[in-house]
């Protein structure tokens, strides 16, 4: 799990972020000084933020390959419950009915 409280009050600004995507510095004050050291904490664990991010993707695909694995099998045993209690149901009219 990433701690994010560190990156608590970053700047939220795009027109920041674009400058910082055009070389400036995490030296670059805007007068906001504890935004500037967010910002530079960010900027720093960005491909740590990336590589929990493509983690997060390949376990949520897993995970949905897994459930349409169980799909059809499990589709399978409800069309056989469903079978069985038909037949049941049928057998109890056709006791109650006289049929044999």
Do not use: C, F
Not at 20 to 31: I, N, Q, R
Not at 49 to 66: A, N
Not at 67 to 78: D, F, G, N
Not at 81 to 93: R, S, T
Request: aromatic share 8%.
């Amino acid at each position: 799990m990433i701690d994010t409280d560190k990156y608590e009050g970053h700047n939220t600004d795009d027109r920041i972020w674009h400058q910082y995507s055009e070389g400036l510095t995490s030296d670059y004050t805007d007068g906001r000084s504890r935004a500037d050291e967010a910002d530079a904490r960010l900027v720093a664990d960005a491909p740590l933020l990336l590589e929990h991010v493509k983690r997060l993707r390949e376990d949520l695909e897993r995970t949905r390959s897994w459930i349409q694995k169980q799909v059809e099998p499990l589709r399978k045993m409800a069309q056989q419950a469903n079978y069985v209690a038909l037949a049941a149901e049928k057998d109890v009219l056709d006791r109650y009915m006289g049929d044999d």
